[in-house]
């Protein structure tokens, strides 16, 4: 499940603290970079910190601040790179692309990046970088390595497939009874291939349409028709 940044505030230990790491589900501690700024989306950075990279996720810690930390999990970084570039932004930093889960077409609204309130829901973008730009190096690579340990969630999908496979005897009986109520697709967009929501009411509607066609078609009527204009029918 893609959450993206989130605040990250469980500390332990004496002076700035380090984060509390979910042991229990097998998280390990891999890298620990002091004196990393961040900076989300097109925000300024923040005051120096501490850069905390672990099996599972990218935790920042404040060094000024105890109640302020982000974290996101390598799941939800989409894109991860080294950037030197002083065109693309004033100091060497690793760059990366954050998945939301919101929808692909809303447009970032850049004023709640720049208002004192940062909804971090809707940071797509975070920067960390380091006082020492040698380190940048070191940082890209355990982020690749870490990544690596994260692959996106796709076999669970994939062992669900059959879910979404209709019979065509389940078909026929789904349309026999044309009661929208019966129509049941998957809810899980991972499992429902080929039936997103337009898919589904165009199915729907087709499915109607085909209901009515029989409803409109009396065979009695039919009959009186052949009976009493046989020669109309054949113009048919």
């Not at 950037?83 to 939301?100: L, M, N």
Request: hydrophobic content about 30%.
């Amino acid at each position: 499940m893609v959450i993206g940044l989130r605040q990250f505030m469980a500390r332990v230990g004496n002076g700035a603290g380090e984060p509390v790491l979910d042991t229990d589900n097998g998280e390990e501690l891999v890298h620990v970079q002091p004196s990393v700024s961040i900076a989300l989306g097109n925000r300024a950075p923040e005051s120096p910190g501490t850069l905390y990279i672990t099996t599972k996720q990218v935790i920042w810690l404040s060094d000024v601040d105890s109640a302020k930390g982000y974290a996101v999990d390598f799941f939800s970084l989409s894109l991860h790179a080294v950037s030197r570039d002083p065109e693309a932004y004033h100091s060497p930093c690793i760059y990366t692309q954050i998945e939301t889960g919101a929808d692909e077409d809303v447009s970032e609204d850049s004023d709640s990046e720049c208002n004192e309130v940062l909804d971090l829901s809707k940071v797509t973008e975070m920067r960390l970088i380091p006082s020492d730009a040698s380190q940048l190096d070191t940082l890209f690579q355990m982020f690749c390595e870490c990544a690596e340990l994260n692959p996106e969630p796709i076999e669970e999908g994939e062992e669900e497939g059959p879910n979404w496979v209709f019979g065509a005897d389940q078909l026929e009986d789904e349309a026999g009874e044309g009661d929208d109520s019966e129509w049941h697709f998957p809810q899980n967009p991972t499992n429902s291939i080929g039936h997103s929501n337009g898919d589904h009411d165009l199915a729907r509607t087709v499915l109607e349409l085909q209901i009515n066609d029989q409803r409109f078609e009396d065979a009695e009527e039919m009959e009186q028709v052949s009976d009493s204009s046989h020669h109309h029918q054949h113009h048919q």
